[in-house]
């Protein structure tokens, strides 16, 4: 009896263990990384670095596109798109020498939505396994690489969402699904379609009642942001169960991924347009709710709509809309549009300390070797202490501004700017 009790406490805490799991290896296969929030055990990336300063190479990557770089392998991948958006390309790019391996024009869009000058036409990041790559450009096209070919396994181009103000939510894969979200502002749904395939598995649609309908028509009063959100889902294991945290227009929700049912809705009225990835750890699901201005810790237990009292902790003074969060330990770094970096403590709430790093923000940090990676839109990137007291470690200058978060890979550090992708070389 004594011995089932050890094993089974053993692996209680292996698996809670494996929640906080910081992951270093070759392949950064999403927007985030391998575990999806940031963290990396990679050691010896450089502190500090300059147009002539540890520089490996750098290549010019032609187009607006403000997708993250994933990597597999000795391949990197990125999308891009001209201004106009009416060209959906992937590229992919050797990590050791810099050189071109596939320039592929995917799709061409004849009339293009609405874009606002701020987003681009491929701001989804790609996400990538072994001999595969997944590309989203919203509605407008999704398709399935092959990483040695570059040739489309599959695609699709049929799924109606007004973007409005253009795509955000990058792809995203569980098990045999690839899930894509469309919240626009006339459909709002959540799909998984098979990853070989491309057949769809399960479609939800969003559960939220919106308070602008005409009754005698049954439309909407007015369309736009108020329908609209951004984010990219995650993976929170809830009482030995996954739930896919999913941040939509007025609602954080959570479905069972593998069938898409709603297990959960938390309701956030009038938030709407949130870009940034949850976070999870402490029991907890760390969301910047967009619009409104709002962090909420939130207890992910519980079915049907959640009351208020899942709320554990909010705090409204530095909060990101677009940056996403890093909890690093019990250490929550946040940074927000306007280049305020906080350190709250993850349990309470409580802030620890606040800094102006200056400049506007939408990439988000990573963490790696005790320290936080800032970069912001104008190409400056701050490298700060990951702990109680602020401590900056250096400020950096490079290129023409960084939208695109970073990648790491075998210990060396990929940053995407606007116009250029960097390998970093050691100090």
Not at 116 to 130: K, R
């Amino acid at each position: 009896m004594i011995h089932r009790i050890l094993i089974s406490l053993i692996c209680l805490a292996a698996t809670w263990c494996s929640t906080f799991a910081v992951i270093a290896e070759t392949n950064w296969n999403n927007f985030r990384g391998p575990n999806d929030q940031g963290l990396t055990t990679a050691k010896g990336l450089p502190l500090k670095w300059g147009e002539k300063k540890n520089i490996a190479w750098q290549k010019e990557i032609a187009g607006k596109a403000w997708s993250s770089p994933v990597i597999w392998g000795d391949q990197i991948w990125v999308t891009t798109a001209p201004l106009e958006g009416n060209k959906l390309s992937a590229i992919c790019i050797d990590k050791n020498s810099g050189k071109i391996v596939h320039n592929k024009m995917l799709h061409y869009v004849p009339g293009p939505q609405y874009c606002h000058p701020f987003n681009s036409y491929a701001s989804p990041s790609p996400v990538i396994e072994e001999g595969r790559v997944y590309v989203s450009f919203g509605s407008p096209y999704n398709a399935c690489l092959d990483t040695k070919t570059g040739e489309v396994v599959w695609e699709r181009s049929d799924y109606v969402c007004n973007h409005f103000r253009g795509p955000g939510s990058s792809p995203f894969l569980y098990k045999n699904l690839l899930i894509l979200h469309f919240d626009g502002s006339d459909h709002q749904y959540v799909v998984a379609l098979n990853k070989e395939t491309g057949k769809e598995v399960w479609k939800t649609t969003r559960s939220v009642e919106f308070d602008d309908i005409d009754e005698e028509t049954g439309k909407p009063k007015r369309e736009g942001d108020f329908r609209k959100a951004f984010s990219t889902p995650v993976i929170a294991e809830v009482n030995g169960k996954p739930l896919l945290i999913s941040l939509g227009s007025n609602a954080l929700y959570a479905y069972e991924p593998e069938t898409g049912k709603e297990v959960w809705r938390l309701d956030a009225p009038g938030v709407h347009s949130g870009s940034c990835r949850p976070v999870v750890g402490h029991g907890l699901l760390f969301v910047p709710m967009g619009s409104g201005g709002k962090l909420w810790a939130v207890n992910p237990e519980g079915k049907g709509v959640l009351p208020e009292s899942n709320i554990v902790w909010r705090y409204d003074e530095v909060v990101p809309k677009r940056a996403s969060p890093l909890l690093v330990d019990d250490l929550l770094f946040v940074v927000n549009d306007a280049g305020v970096a906080a350190c709250l403590d993850a349990k309470t709430g409580k802030r620890i300390w606040r800094k102006r790093l200056g400049g506007n923000f939408s990439a988000s940090p990573i963490y790696a070797d005790g320290n936080v990676y800032f970069f912001d839109e104008d190409g400056k990137a701050t490298v700060i202490r990951a702990a109680r007291n602020y401590e900056e470690l250096a400020v950096n200058q490079l290129g023409d501004g960084f939208m695109a978060s970073p990648a790491i890979s075998d210990d060396v550090l990929y940053l995407r700017s606007r116009s250029h992708l960097y390998r970093l070389a050691g100090d």
